[in-house]
């Protein structure tokens, strides 16, 4: 089948499908077969008396929609002093998110030179070298430790140094997107182009120079594209983080679940969408600006 691109319009690409294999087919098969049954198994077990896939269960799945939108309430959903008091969390909420993106990042620019194979380890041989990958390991290790411990987590031991609050849930949000930013950050780094780099090194530079100068310019939109992303990340996290650090949409979501005021916890969600379609927004066009 040949293809004519609307954009190059006297050129062609061919495709040429292939039958899927037997192995393919198979391994098809059986990830389809798992996956229904699984379902079939699901909705065979009884929850509390009743199964997960019933009418008893779709009214109740009714009965909380209208909870969380109010109907059940005497009270008016769009009550204008829950809205204010709402914007004022919504602030503390990306306040948090800013500071962790920033702290992440600013962190990550600082490491990423040291978790570079390409800029770090220079030296041929000898005990330099050596001391250059015990330090390449220990700061991919450090990566790989502060991205596999959750956020939650992270807040928890957080709270135990710092007051609970906008600043403890940032750090503990930043804590881990450090790992995340800079494991990508350092990959970036190591499929810059080689040429730059060792045109730098033949003039005598360092490393700090090389990346300084050869690489940072060379990745600068791709990281900042990462770092846009990873503020999408913790602006959603921070709903988790919140529950603990006391500050924010998520330590009011989590005192609404408690008492069980499903009116309000639909006024965050509610928020809480709204936050992230203004934040996706302004990612979008931060994307574009860069390109």
Do not use: C
């Amino acid at each position: 089948m040949t293809v004519e691109s609307p954009r190059y319009p006297k050129r062609t690409w061919a495709f040429s499908p292939h039958r899927p294999s037997v192995t393919a087919v198979l391994v098809g098969t059986a990830v389809t077969v798992l996956i229904v049954s699984s379902w079939l198994y699901l909705g065979s077990i009884p929850n509390n008396g009743r199964s997960v896939i019933s009418a008893d269960s779709l009214s109740r799945s009714i009965e909380f929609i209208e909870d969380l939108t109010g109907s059940h309430s005497s009270s008016s959903f769009w009550q204008r002093n829950n809205w204010g008091d709402l914007a004022q969390l919504a602030g503390d909420t990306l306040a948090m998110s800013v500071l962790a993106a920033f702290i992440a990042g600013i962190a990550a620019i600082i490491l990423i030179p040291f978790a570079a194979s390409n800029v770090l380890i220079v030296s041929a041989n000898g005990p330099r070298r050596v001391f250059q990958v015990a330090i390449y390991g220990v700061i991919r290790g450090l990566f790989i430790f502060t991205r596999s411990v959750p956020e939650l987590l992270w807040a928890l031991i957080i709270i135990f140094v710092f007051t609970p609050g906008i600043f403890a849930g940032a750090l503990a949000l930043a804590v881990h997107n450090l790992g995340v930013i800079g494991r990508l950050g350092a990959d970036i780094v190591e499929d810059a182009e080689k040429p730059p780099l060792q045109a730098l090194r033949s003039t005598g530079a360092g490393p700090l120079q090389t990346y300084l100068i050869g690489i940072l310019p060379q990745i600068a939109r791709q990281f900042l594209t990462f770092q846009i992303y990873r503020w999408e990340v913790i602006i959603r996290t921070t709903a988790v983080v919140g529950f603990v650090a006391a500050s924010g949409l998520g330590y009011q979501l989590r005192l609404d679940i408690s008492f069980f005021r499903y009116k309000d916890v639909g006024q965050l969600l509610l928020v809480y969408i709204l936050i992230v379609w203004i934040v996706d927004a302004i990612s979008t066009l931060a994307r574009r600006a860069v390109r």
